[in-house]
Each structure stands twice: as structure tokens, then as C-alpha cells.
């Protein structure tokens, strides 16, 4: 893999443990709270969508593991791809890098749409009502998502201006938006209905995926949306100040705070409101059924903030993983050109702000956004066998984090992460073949001739 430390393909090293799991927090917690928890409780799981975040939360456990180990053994920014491309060779590296694409980029595209409807909702609470014709895209009923496109170009020219700037914002919001979802949990525990919580598990409708417990583990595939947050952090590494330390730190402490928070608040939810009535504004509903409704547009601030967050820490993610396949020749130079004063791979920024702005604005993305999850999990499934294939073919090489119990918590990794997968509907399965062909295309047709392994002769 072509690695320079210098010049103006170098990144500034600024990011401590605490900017770090700022940064997973700030990923996980937003828009898989706030929205997806409302939809797998009413149409997959009801209550015991808590069990789809344990089980959710038990694969990014096994798999934040194996993440930890290559983490600290390849600090380098590329997430998935770097260990892929360090353990499996290029071709799978590219499929995961194409793959991070979608998980990233539609994934901050589809939040910028959810962020623009609880802004549109934040308006009207105060007597504002923005046209339809700018605040929904054409295949809504309207021109242009403008306010979708405002949070991406806003977010992008954060990113620009430089990391530690980014990570200083992102922590300011994580903040904010953890004290909101601890003020709901604490003041909404007292409103739970607990003839809410029956059936806890509501019987099977005959159909595979729709309650019951195959509903519980097709709701935690779905719900994998709000987990890509700590394997962003991995994006981060080559801007960690010391990886072999802080990497496992952000990973592991970002999961933790948010599976915790993630199972506290879906309990209140679905005790509050009955998961047959629930709607994807269920949150709001919450609060406005106590007597704390005061507290209502400091939850939708939550939920912009949130959803803010989540955007800022995709696309992060999403030029590192670029930085790094450029570096690597599988891309053009202009993805890893890096600022000569902000140190930030700027012309990526810029494409990708253009880029995830078109499909904010013009395009009715929210079925693509749940292509994240599947997209996601394979990402891990590749990072947990790489520990394996590691630890066979390198067992010498230096690792500050080992992942315990090897090959028991890889294995446990890919089992839990593969029943995800497979408990997805059909239609998400197309979709991700169809681009991942897509993607091969581009690789055999562009990027296999020009790859640094193949100039160099290492790849013949």
C-alpha cells in the first residue's frame, strides 16, 4: 500500500481519545435513535426492538474487536478498506472501499433529507411555514430539497476548514444532543404505560421478518444504520495523535455509551407509545405526551443536532476512505491532495459535497438509506475473517490491542453479523449486487490498470 508520511499527501495528527469516541458517538447517535427506532418497533419488532439493539449491539461488539486489533496495527485512514487491502489484497479492498461509498455517502444524503424535515417541523412550531417547492425534491411533489442541500454544503465546508476544527464542533453538538436523549429517558420513565409493553413480543403475522423473533433479528439488520458510527472512527487513524492508544478507546468506549443509550430510550419509547401508533416522529409524540411538552423543540434541536453530527462524521469517513484508495492508485490523484494549510483532502470534500448534495435535493433516497445497514455488515464480516487470516499469515507482526478469545469472538462476529444480513428483505439484496457490479466495472475498467501494486510489479 503506498503510504507517505510527508508533503501534501500527509494528514495533521491532532485527534486525543476523547475527540475520537466524540466522533463514533457522533455517528451512532442521530438518526437511528431518532428515526429508525420508531419503524422497526411499529413495523418489525414492537417492544422488543430493545432485543434489536442488543443483538445489533453484540455484532458491533465482536466486530469493534477486530477493529480495534487492525486499528492499531494499521493506523493508517481507510477503515474496512485498509485492513482489507492489508489482509485479502485489492481486488476484495476495492469491493469493501465500493461499498463504503454507499454506506457513507447515501447514508449522509438520506439524513440530510430526515435532517430538512424536523428543521421544516422546528419552523412550524414557531408559526413558519418554508415552501413546499424548496424543501422536497421532485419525486415528492417539489423542485429541490434546499435545506437538505444547506446542512451537506455547511457540514462539507466545516470538513474543509480542518479536522481538529470538525472534531471541536462535533464535540459541542455530541453533547448536546446525549443530554437531550438522557432527558428523555430520565423525565419520559415516569409516563411509561406498561400495558404498552404487551405483548412484548408480538406473535409472527405468517410472514418471515414481520414480528416474532424473526422480526426482532430483521429489525437489528435494520437498525444497523445508527451502528456505522465507531468504524468511522477507524477512518480517523491517521489523525489519531497516538493510535495504538486511542483507537481501541474510541472504538469500543463510543460503542458502549451509545448500545447503552440506544436500549434505555427505545424501553421509554415504546412505553410511552404504544408501537402500534407509532409514527417516524414518535420521539416528538413522546414528549408531547407528558408534561414536559415544553421540552418538545429542544428534542427537535436534538434531533437537528444529531442528525448533524451523523452527516459530519459520513463524510469524514467517506473522504478518508477515498484519501486512502486514491493513495493507493485505485482513484485519481485529486482524492488524496491534502490542503497546504488545512491539511484536509479538500478536493475530495468538494466532490463529495457535490455529489451527496444532487441526491439530497433531487432524489427521494430514503429506501436507499437502508442500504447502509447491509452494506455495513459486510464491511464487517470481511474486518472480523481478516483478524483470522492476520494472525495466520503474520503472527509476529506487532499488535498494542489484541482481539481476545481468537478465532471464537471473529467467528461470533461474522455468525451474528451474517444473520443481519441474511434477515434482510430481497429488494436490499438486489440493490447491493447491482452497485457492487457496478463498482467491479469501474475497478476492472479503470483502476486495476493504474494501482500502485500493479505499477509496481507487486500485483502481477
Known amino acids: 500500500m503506498a503510504e507517505s508520511e510527508g508533503g501534501e499527501h500527509s494528514l495533521k495528527r491532532s485527534l486525543g481519545p476523547f475527540q475520537l469516541v466524540a466522533l463514533g458517538i457522533g455517528a451512532i447517535i442521530g438518526a437511528g435513535l431518532f428515526a429508525l427506532t420508531p419503524i422497526a418497533a411499529h413495523d418489525l419488532a414492537g417492544p422488543a426492538v430493545v432485543f434489536s439493539f ?18 492499531t496495527m494499521i493506523p493508517v485512514a481507510g477503515s474496512a478498506y485498509t485492513y482489507a487491502y492489508a489482509t485479502m489484497g485489492e481486488l476484495l479492498a476495492w469491493i469493501i472501499g465500493w461499498d463504503l461509498v454507499l454506506e ?3 447514508g449522509a444524503a438520506t439524513v440530510s433529507v430526515s435532517w430538512s424535515k424536523y ?65 428523555v429517558i430520565g423525565l419520559g420513565y415516569a409516563y411509561v404505560n406498561r400495558a404498552n409493553y404487551v405483548p412484548f413480543i408480538p406473535p409472527n403475522t ?20 445508527a451502528y456505522i458510527g465507531f468504524d468511522a472512527v477507524s477512518t480517523a487513524a491517521q489523525e489519531a495523535r497516538k493510535p495504538q492508544r486511542d483507537m481501541p478507546i474510541g472504538i469500543i468506549g463510543s460503542l458502549v455509551v451509545c448500545t447503552i443509550l440506544y436500549v434505555l430510550f427505545a424501553r421509554v419509547l415504546t412505553g410511552i407509545v404504544n408501537y402500534k401508533d407509532m409514527t417516524p416522529t414518535a420521539v416528538y409524540d413522546a414528549i408531547n405526551a407528558t408534561k414536559y411538552a415544553w421540552l418538545s423543540t429542544g428534542v427537535i434541536i436534538g434531533i437537528l443536532a444529531g442528525y448533524t453530527s451523523v452527516i459530519l462524521v459520513m463524510l469524514l469517513g467517506q ?25 484536509t483532502p479538500w478536493k475530495s470534500n468538494l466532490l463529495l459535497m457535490i455529489f451527496v448534495s444532487l441526491f439530497s435535493g433531487f432524489l427521494p433516497i430514503s429506501k436507499l438509506g437502508e442500504m447502509t445497514s447491509i452494506g455495513t455488515l459486510l464491511a464487517f464480516v470481511i474486518v472480523c475473517g481478516g483478524v483470522m487470516i492476520m494472525r495466520k499469515t503474520n503472527p509476529n507482526l506487532p499488535r498494542p490491542y489484541r482481539t481476545p478469545l481468537v478465532p471464537l469472538v471473529p467467528i461470533l462476529g461474522i455468525l451474528v453479523c451474517l444473520s443481519m444480513m441474511v434477515a434482510l428483505d430481497i429488494a436490499t439484496w438486489i440493490r447491493l449486487v447491482v452497485w457492487l457490479v457496478i463498482g467491479l466495472a469501474i475497478y476492472f475498467g479503470y483502476s486495476r490498470q493504474r494501482s500502485t501494486l500493479r505499477l509496481s510489479g507487486e500485483g502481477k
Open 54 to 71: 442488543i443483538i445489533a449491539g453484540l455484532g458491533c461488539a465482536f466486530a469493534g474487536m477486530c477493529y480495534s486489533e487492525f486499528a
Open 104 to 106: 457513507y455517502a447515501v
Open 119 to 183: 428543521l421544516i417541523r422546528l419552523f412550524a412550531h414557531y408559526g413558519v411555514t418554508l415552501p413546499a417547492s424548496l424543501t422536497a425534491s421532485p419525486f415528492e411533489g417539489g423542485t429541490v430539497n434546499l435545506a437538505a442541500i444547506f446542512i451537506v454544503c455547511v457540514v462539507s465546508w466545516v470538513l474543509i476548514i480542518g479536522i481538529s476544527e470538525s472534531a471541536k464542533a462535533n464535540a459541542v453538538i455530541v453533547v448536546l444532543k446525549v443530554t437531550i436523549v438522557a432527558l
Open 206 to 225: 405468517g410472514e418471515f421478518g414481520h414480528f416474532g423473533w424473526s422480526g426482532i433479528v430483521r429489525a437489528a439488520g435494520v437498525i444497523f444504520f
Open 319 to 343: 473522504s478518508r476512505v477515498f484519501f486512502s484508495m486514491s493513495r493507493d492508485g485505485l482513484l485519481p490523484k485529486l482524492f488524496s491532495d491534502v490542503h497546504p494549510k488545512f491539511k
